[in-house]
């Protein structure tokens, strides 16, 4: 592609002289005879080089530079100046002018002087490619190092939670071998349930690990709210009954559909009710456990409503809730669960709301737009 070229002369015979010119050393030229004229045809082509007269009437060279520059600080410029307008040619440079050339024109000195400004264009254009990858390559190196530190921190904390789990599948497998020596079924039921319980989380810390690990696009689908949660309800309440904790359903029985990614909405609501119902577990203190799973609506959004009576957060905790490998848990959780659950609402551009007092348990709202997002 040639190189392009605005010459601004107010004098003709110039002009056409310097374009014949131009156009045998293989560049396109479009012409002007005055600024304003100039300044018309820089907005429509965009050349990269202006050769331009200093004195012309009206708007002379050195407005005409300061406005292109103003518009395009990367325009070079060559200005075409008399013997006897030395101060002007200075003015010019201090205006960021790139060469100026002296009436009568030499058209070898103008050829050395466009060779310096051409390459001054490609060592600007080369610098910038450079920079450009340079910041490529940072941001790369930058990124594979979260990723490794994530990986490391994740290892870690998958390490930690699995040692707890893996102690718990001992302790209920050995419930279960010393109830058939002793024939005592109640032993094999207590150990057979922790080896479930202790089997589900495993199952759970693996699709948790599984949904950090991979980007998903959401798969929208229209779902009937109720039945939604519903659903929800009846996959959770058996965990619920195994901890003895009472778990209540208050739903809105007018509440319609709703376009969301269920699978993953289901996987949300799901980790965020287990953290209940484990904050329930955790408590010592003699009062009834009891876990709500709300759903109700504003005429904005649908609001899933997940209120606990267990151990309730500290303002500590609660700020680090959603960070990612953080854990009020201890060796039972990894820290990624509640991330992961933040990560899907925000998809949906919904928002996780968080109540909680230490002692007195914790209410979870999790809001989801009714016209979601444009996806």
Known sequence: MKKSILLVDDEADIRE??????????????????????LKLFRERLPLLVISDIKMPGMDGIELLRKIKLESPDTEFIMITGHGDME????????????????????????????????????????RE???????LIREKTELQNHLSSLGLMIGSISH??????????????????GFTKDNQKQIQEGWQIVKLTVERIRKMVLDILYYAKERDLKW??????????DIAAGIQPKMDIQKITFLKDFDPTIGALEIDP?????ALINILENAMDA??????????????????????????????????DRETREKLFTLFFSSKGSKGTGLGLFISQKIISQHGGSIHVASVPGHGSQFVIKIPKTTLNH
């Open 263 to 267: 699978g993953s909405i289901h996987s």
């Open 130 to 136: 450079y920079t450009e990858n340079l910041e490529k």
């Open 17 to 38: 002289i310097l374009s014949v010119f131009l156009e045998d050393l293989g560049y396109s030229v479009v012409a002007a005879e005055n600024g304003m004229e100039a």
């Open 280 to 313: 329930c577990s955790r408590d010592t203190a003699e009062k009834q456990k009891q876990v709500i799973f709300g759903v109700k609506q504003n005429p904005d959004h649908i609001l899933f409503e997940i209120t606990d009576t267990g151990t309730g957060m």
């Open 161 to 178: 939670g699995l040692k707890g789990l893996l102690t718990g599948l001992d302790g209920g497998m050995y419930l279960v071998d010393s």
């Open 221 to 230: 689908e229209t779902v009937d709210v109720l039945g939604f949660a519903e």
């Open 88 to 127: 002007l040619a200075i003015i010019s440079f201090q205006g960021q002018a790139a060469d100026f050339i002296t009436k009568p024109i030499n058209v070898d000195v103008l050829e050395i002087a466009l060779k310096k400004v051409c390459d001054k264009i490609l060592c600007r254009k080369m610098l």
